[in-house]
């Protein structure tokens, strides 16, 4: 079974993607699941179950922008009433203490993104380590190895996940449980605990970034942005879009 547990919404700051169109992309690409972690926000939950046909698995997840870096907060309830630094950053610990409580899972989201190792006692807090972000891949692959090196250190279970903010992202990266996992939330938890998880995928494209903040900055010129696009390299886009 194949799952992606990082994708954003239109409800993210800085997503765009509608839910339906977010699920019909899954399952036309093959995908068994699907979690719709936004930013700080958890809004597209009960859509996303609602539009799921029966044996396509919808997990409830957050992503946390924290004072350590990213943290995907799996199987949540809800969203937590967490304070704020200056930054707009929640507080790890106190964002750990709310997860278990209400019986969430944490995951450390691409946990070497832009920085070339994380703070101390970051992975201390963590359930799983996602090993696998096609966003992040494709700047940097090398990070793989190092977040699968650190859950294996640590006995952290691996996810792996797009990142997706545009469609043709989404299931570029996912988790991979083993095939008679049972077809639920709980299920694919039961896996994920049981350290029965692998990630899978590869790194996007970088033109995939460029489009999606252009299509979120200025949805007006998007499409002579989009057509213009075919005649830049990455590189090009990079310097121009970052
Ligand atoms: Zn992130
Ligand atoms: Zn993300």
Redesign the pocket.
């Known amino acids: 079974m194949r799952i992606d547990l ?1 994708i ?1 919404s239109k409800y993210s700051s800085d997503g765009v993607l509608g839910v339906r169109k977010i699920i019909e992309t899954a399952l036309k690409r093959g995908l068994d699941g699907v979690a719709i ?1 936004d930013h700080n926000v958890f809004k597209a939950y009960e859509e996303a179950r609602s539009l799921a046909p029966p044996g396509f698995v919808v997990i409830p997840g957050v ?1 946390y922008g924290t004072d350590m870096g ?1 943290v995907l907060a799996l199987f949540v309830t809800g969203l937590y009433d967490l304070k704020k630094d200056a930054r707009g950053l929640r507080r790890l610990a106190e964002l750990r203490e709310a997860a278990t409580e209400d019986g969430a899972l944490l995951v450390a ?1 691409h946990p070497y993104r832009k920085r070339e190792s994380v703070p101390d006692g970051f992975f201390e807090y963590m359930d799983g380590i996602e090993t696998r972000n096609s966003r992040d891949m494709a700047r940097a692959p090398g990070n793989e190895g190092k977040a699968r090196s650190a859950a294996g250190e640590r006995g952290a279970f691996m996810t792996g996940g797009s ?1 997706a903010h545009i469609a043709r992202e989404i299931g570029a990266c996912r988790t991979v449980v083993p095939d008679g996992t049972e077809r639920t939330a709980e299920g694919v938890r039961a896996a994920l605990e049981a350290r029965l998880s692998a990630a899978d995928g590869e790194g996007g494209k970088l033109r995939y970034q460029a489009l999606g903040k252009m299509r979120r900055t200025r949805p007006k010129t998007f499409l002579k942005d989009a057509a213009r696009l075919i005649d830049f390299t990455a590189e090009d886009l990079i310097k121009k879009w970052r």
């Open positions: 990082h954003h972690c992503e990213h989201a990142d």
